[in-house]
């Protein structure tokens, strides 16, 4: 913990400052569009009423311990309820499952309206996704304008006949095809 990145370079001399250039934000959007990401849909039920935002940062980070995580913004009305949450869902979508993810991007009273899910284990289970995890909170960590939301896992499991998943690419749904 709170080891310095980079400290590496030691002796050798390495004028970081004069590499870095300014990042403009459409150009970092634009370069990260390149690297495809999941999507998920983190669930919680708070205060009796479900809760859902779709993630596309969510990634494994340990074996032993089991950790898992995934990044917020900041100030994100949804993750404010998220994080108070005691078990989180996580809910991989499938290739069939796009209409999911745009469904959870509807203002967050209407993100279940039309969709076929129950509480499982605590947190809200939409039916067929390709891999179903619940959380529950370990740390939350400050990450610029984003929060890392870093948590255990209890439990995870993939149904006997996975569907393939949904990709986020070039700010847009993808699904996989195999290589010829
Ligand atoms: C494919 C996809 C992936 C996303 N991934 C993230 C993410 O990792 N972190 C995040 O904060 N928002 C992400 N978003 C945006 C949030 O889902 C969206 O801003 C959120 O639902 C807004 O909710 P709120 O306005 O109720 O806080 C993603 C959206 C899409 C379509």
């Known amino acids: ?4 990145l980079g400290a590496a370079a030691g002796s050798i001399s390495v004028d970081i400052m004069s590499e ?23 669930t919680a039920v708070v205060e009796g009423a479900p809760v859902a ?15 898992a995580g995934f990044f917020c913004t900041a100030t994100s009305a949804t993750w404010e309820q998220l994080r108070s949450a005691d078990v989180l869902g996580v809910n991989v979508l499938g290739a069939d499952q796009i209409d999911v993810s745009n469904a959870c991007m509807r203002p967050p009273a209407d993100r279940f309206e039309g969709l076929d899910w129950s509480v499982v284990g ?21 990450a610029g304008d984003h929060e890392f939301a870093l948590c255990n896992v209890t439990h995870m499991e993939v149904p006997d006949e996975p569907s393939e998943p949904v990709i986020f690419y070039g700010g847009g749904y993808r699904t996989l095809a195999p290589k010829e």
């Open 122 to 142: 605590g947190a809200p289970k939409f039916a067929g996704t390709t891999a179903w995890l619940t959380l529950t909170p370990n740390q939350v960590i400050d």
């Open 53 to 67: 935002m779709v993630i596309g940062s969510f990634v494994s980070v340990s074996l032993e311990p089991p950790l």
């Open 20 to 42: 870095a250039e300014a990042i403009d934000p459409l150009h970092f959007r634009n370069v990260m569009g390149q690297v495809p990401t999941c999507v998920t849909v983190v």
């Open 1 to 4: 913990m709170g080891r310095t």
